[in-house]
């Protein structure tokens, strides 16, 4: 097993963890799930053809649940955004093991500072899943010679409010439809192909009783542990 490619998509998945939109009208949706079709841009790369080509989001009360899974199962993760508490619980699941850890305001902060983003509006638009999307050029800022630059689009179509408080995207006011992202070497892309309107139970954004807690400081290790 690639256990870096693991800690790769993790990072992805937090990144595109939304927590809403901003303008949309009175019948926009406000219960349901995205899915979103994901590839590496570098099809040249080792671990290519082990990276997941799916990704859901489950969307209820402004809150979310972003989920994906890697190696055949092995692997799960999962954030659970609630923009009123000002809070993220991330849920790991390896093997038999089974973690959870709640991050505050602060928290979140903190994690959001290790992404510089320069973000740029743009006048681009295009219609994806059935939503029409403004464009944002992306410059992520890592030093000279690790700069990438890439465009994500939005939507302000879907009835969820406060967007994207929990992750570095905050400062644009919409959905992420299609995004990008590189860590730890393998870079993806993520692309929204349905929003579903659908029932999505309560359970979806509580912590399992068979979690266990823990200090991101073990949640870190942990992940380490994968490398």
């Known amino acids: 097993m690639k256990k870096p490619l693991l800690i790769a998509f993790a990072s992805s998945l937090y990144i595109l963890a939304l927590t809403g939109c901003g303008d949309a009208g009175k019948n926009a949706l406000t219960e349901g799930t995205i899915e979103y079709d ?11 053809n082990l990276a997941p080509n799916k990704m859901s989001i489950k969307f209820k009360d402004n809150k979310s649940c972003a989920e994906m899974s890697a190696a055949m199962g092995l692997f799960s993760t999962s954030f659970i955004s609630d923009p009123d508490s000002k809070s993220m619980i991330q ?21 959001n500072s290790v992404y510089t983003l320069e973000i740029t509006p743009a006048k681009a638009t295009k219609m994806i899943a059935g939503y029409k999307c403004r464009q ?6 890592g030093g000279a010679s690790s700069d990438y630059e890439f465009d994500v689009f939005y939507t302000t179509e879907l009835g969820i409010k406060n967007p994207n408080f929990a992750n570095p995207y905050y ?12 860590k730890f070497g393998l870079e993806m892309r993520f692309t929204a192909k349905s929003v579903k309107k659908e029932d999505v139970d309560d359970s979806n954004f509580e912590i399992p009783a068979d979690y266990k807690g823990v200090s991101q400081k073990e949640m870190n290790e942990l992940f380490l542990g994968l490398q």
């Open 136 to 141: 944002s050029h992306v410059k992520v800022k």
């Open 91 to 111: 849920l790991v699941k390896f093997l038999n093991k089974k973690f959870s850890l709640v991050q505050k305001e602060a928290d979140i902060r903190k994690e």
């Open 38 to 48: 994901a590839v590496v841009v570098d099809q040249t790369h080792p671990m290519a």
């Open 171 to 182: 400062m644009i006011d919409g959905v992420l439809m299609e995004y990008q992202l590189k």
